[in-house]
């Protein structure tokens, strides 16, 4: 390649998504290989794989796994996630624009993929790829649809589903070098020259975005927390049954509640306004601790009252992801990483999540 390369030597780039982009042996490494081979520079990776949480939870969370480490590019795989359900439909746009706006007026530029999976349901999941695709245009963003281009592929007969996904969302080895391949070969990085326009928002996005960190203000039983870490970094608390946190008033509006699902996760009560919701936090699927998000309706802070606490009782119908889920299981306790918050503005004071 002759000219100046697109891309510095030694710059950072990040891959911000979910169980996809954070699996072993995932597209991330096969993919830098190409950029090093493509551009003849070196080139370094943060993983921002953040797990089956979609694009609600990354547009909180990429302050602490992206934006602090100020990388030059960012792949966003939210999309594949998203078409999976784990975000609520009315959730989506909001989300991906604050990600986006977040990056490009950081001067990191953004790639936007869809990646393959094959257990989705088809209507919903064209309606989640029209709203992402969308917001790509109004920002000019690329948007590299890996999805459509393995579902011609098996549909003409050239490949099969079990030569991409093992378990219809995460790759064999084949199906992550094909993935790296399609990214590369349709990478365009003219994007850099109007990305400087720093576009207004949707109103509603989630630009302005807050974790509120567990400590002695959420109640009068701050010292009878027990505080743990997740994989060594990431601070929670954790309650044991029926021990109950009231979030002080504030201002902004909640979206959602971080904490780790495992197999001593169970009921939790969300109690607002005198009413409870019972969310099933356990996931059958998940052998081992992760990220997991309850999302919530929204609520004003500043005017209604909200707690939640670990129920001993076999309570509620829905999952954490706000869909139905009939397997009800008691906990053994909650463990705690934030709460999820919007603001109108940027006045408000912003948290390391990271080994505070």
Request: overall charge positive; proline content about 2%.
């Amino acid at each position: 390649m002759t000219g100046i390369p697109p891309i510095k030597s030694n710059a950072l780039v990040s891959y911000l998504g979910n169980s996809i982009t954070a699996q072993k042996n995932s597209f991330r490494s096969i993919l830098q290989q190409f950029l090093v081979q493509k551009y003849g520079v070196q080139v370094k990776e943060i993983n921002a794989g953040i797990g089956g949480v979609g694009s609600l939870a990354c547009a909180f969370l990429m302050d602490d796994f992206v934006l602090q480490r100020k990388p030059s590019v960012c792949f966003l795989d939210c999309c594949a996630a998203d078409r999976g359900g784990v975000t609520p439909e009315k959730y989506i746009d909001r989300s991906i624009e604050g990600i986006i706006w977040n990056l490009i007026n950081n001067d990191i530029t953004v790639f936007i993929l869809n990646l393959y999976r094959s257990d989705t349901d088809d209507i919903f999941s064209n309606r989640v790829v029209s709203i992402y695709k969308r917001i790509a245009s109004k920002y000019n963003l690329q948007f590299i649809d890996i999805d459509a281009e393995f579902r011609l592929r098996i549909l003409r007969g050239e490949i099969t589903v079990e030569d991409v996904v093992y378990d219809g969302i995460h790759t064999h080895e084949k199906g992550a070098r094909w993935t790296a391949e399609l990214i590369i070969n349709e990478l365009k990085f003219e994007q850099n020259s109007w990305q400087k326009q720093r576009k207004a928002y949707f109103q509603r996005a989630f630009v302005h975005t807050q974790l509120i960190l567990p400590n002695i203000n959420w109640c009068n039983i701050g010292s009878s927390f027990i505080w743990g870490r997740f994989r060594l970094a990431l601070k929670y608390a954790k309650l044991d049954v029926n021990q109950k946190i009231l979030l002080p008033k504030q201002e902004g509006v909640l979206v959602g509640l971080l904490v780790i699902a495992d197999e001593n996760s169970g009921v939790v009560a969300i109690e607002r306004d005198q009413e409870i919701e019972y969310v099933q936090v356990y996931d059958r699927w998940c052998d081992k601790e992760r990220i997991q998000l309850i999302i919530l309706d929204e609520i004003e802070l500043e005017r209604e009252s909200v707690s939640f606490f670990l129920t001993d009782k076999a309570n509620g119908n829905r999952g954490a992801n706000g869909k139905l889920d009939t397997e009800i299981k008691i906990g053994k306790n909650l463990k705690v990483i934030a709460g999820l918050v919007q603001h109108k503005n940027n006045h408000y004071q912003k948290f390391k999540l990271f080994l505070r």
